[in-house]
């Protein structure tokens, strides 16, 4: 008996993007809810996408001189409550071991929600002289933080990440790294994750606890709410002295070292689903998908089967020579119409119909995920219209989300204009800001917009802030985080 297909229900985009982003994470099979709660399973399909990022991160990383280690996932109590303010903002999200092996501890261990404290206590057992530094160290590893509240990649108590931390002679060789790891951030988001961000200097009050200066992107969401994807922070001496972080410099003389931190973290994965799909689920930019070509052999009655699937196979094996990651969807067990259905859910960019039509004149259809075009192409041309046209959807993602970046952006004049703003089309506000800590918090408890970043590329002007109306001289980037 022939199988039924029945599409798989999936929450509209449209109606409720809430509901239709955990929806369409657990169909396209990216995360799974985990037996612990506020926990998520990791599913290979959603583990692809942080692995191009490992890749890609890893490149720009090995290419000035950082290298990969691994450091403990317990850390002493003690050592986190050397640096006061980042113990302090810490606190709360910590999760405690204070049993070991049947027996109380003397010394509780703190499940890592950072490794500045223990990499630190090591980096001061390595570093004796100049030559010592700089000393540019990065992990891939897991975090733990107690959120009550969490939601699939973007918050969640558990989360992947790298974390760098480096050391240097000066404080202008810690800024260049702040700006380099930035700048690396600012491309993956660009040119992989095809999302518009703005780059800037957090406020003292959202700046990392323990950070002399946080460095921030920003990006903004479908539903007008801004998500900060990635910060590297300048810690200036802040762990050096009360780690003694101490080095020969080369007057021969005693001084600390000046250090930074900086990550990227599996919530982009968030930021990729939230940015880029419709209603019938995922629409992955090309660089960034597990699966760039899905083949899908059409078996009908009358095909000859074993030279479709040597054409399907020939035509996988032409494409990934060429680079492109394709797969063969062989799975009989499935109609037609429920493999178009899985793929397009999981929003691979193309997929390659091939049929008995298609192998008797050497030819696939390509239908694009994104706007559901079809055309047929001649095998011969195959390789280079995939190329083109994986390249053109790249690029169609970018421009349509920075479209809606600077349609979302606006300026506020008066406070009146900023509440009008948040009470309708939120998104991203460039206002002046006194930058009195006081002020910050009163906008944020009375529009709940808080300040996102200061750009790197802000002007110094003369204007008055858009709440209190004291002197101003720039305008800072406002918007409703998640």
């Not at 071991?97 to 890592?112: C, F, M, Q, S, Y």
Request: charged share 30%; glycine share 6%; with cysteine.
């Amino acid at each position: 008996m022939k199988q039924q297909f029945e599409k798989k229900e999936l929450k509209k985009k449209s109606e409720n993007l809430s509901e239709w982003y955990t929806d369409v994470i657990l169909k396209a099979e990216l995360a799974d809810y985990a037996p612990v709660k506020g926990m998520m399973v990791i599913r290979p399909y959603g583990y692809a996408i942080w692995e191009k990022v490992q890749e890609v991160m890893n490149a720009y990383m090995k290419s000035a001189g950082v290298q990969n280690a691994y450091f403990p996932l317990f850390i002493p109590h003690s050592l986190l409550e050397k640096e006061k303010e980042h113990v302090k903002g810490f606190s709360p999200e910590l999760a405690i071991v204070t049993i070991g092996g049947g027996e109380k501890l003397k010394d509780p261990l703190v499940v890592r929600p950072t490794s500045e404290t223990i990499m630190y206590e090591m980096y001061r057992k390595w570093i004796h002289s100049w030559r010592d530094l700089p000393l540019l160290i990065n992990q891939w590893n897991n975090v733990v933080r107690w959120e009550k509240r969490t939601y699939l990649f973007l918050r969640t108590m558990e989360f992947l990440w790298h974390e760098a931390h480096t050391a240097h002679e000066d404080e202008e060789g810690a800024i260049d790294m702040c700006l380099k790891a930035l700048q690396w951030y600012k491309t993956i988001y660009e040119e992989y994750y095809a999302i518009p961000t703005i780059i800037g200097v957090k406020s003292q009050s959202e700046k990392f606890a323990g950070a002399k200066q946080t460095y921030t992107v920003e990006m903004l969401m479908p539903d007008g709410k801004a998500l900060q994807g990635a910060t590297s922070h300048n810690l200036g001496q802040n762990f050096s002295v009360p780690f003694e972080l101490k080095f020969q410099n080369r007057e021969g003389k005693e001084a600390y070292v000046w250090q930074t931190s900086w990550a990227i973290t599996t919530r982009s994965i968030g930021a990729l689903v939230l940015t880029h799909g419709d209603d019938n689920g995922l629409i992955l930019p090309p660089k960034i998908a597990p699966i760039q070509a899905i083949i899908v052999p059409i078996l009908a009655k009358d095909v000859d089967r074993t030279g479709l699937q040597g054409y399907c196979q020939e035509m996988k094996e032409a494409l990934t020579n060429s680079g492109v990651r394709v797969v063969v969807d062989e799975n009989e067990a499935e109609s037609v119409g429920r493999k178009f259905n899985k793929w397009e859910v999981k929003g691979v960019p193309l997929r390659l119909e091939v049929g008995q039509k298609e192998l008797a004149a050497r030819s696939v259809v390509v239908v694009r995920r994104d706007i559901g075009k079809k055309e047929t192409v001649k095998r011969e041309a195959m390789l280079v219209r995939i190329e083109s046209l994986l390249k053109e959807i790249q690029e169609v993602r970018y421009v349509a989300s920075k479209a809606f970046l600077d349609a979302n952006t606006r300026p506020a004049a008066s406070y009146e204009e900023l509440k009008e703003i948040m009470n309708t089309n939120r998104g991203f506000i460039r206002a002046f800001w006194c930058e009195d800590a006081a002020c910050e918090t009163a906008i944020k408890e009375e529009t709940k917009a808080s300040t996102r970043c200061l750009p790197l590329d802000a002007k110094e002007e003369k204007g008055f802030c858009v709440r209190c109306g004291k002197p101003a001289t720039h305008r800072w980037i406002f918007a409703q985080a998640y």
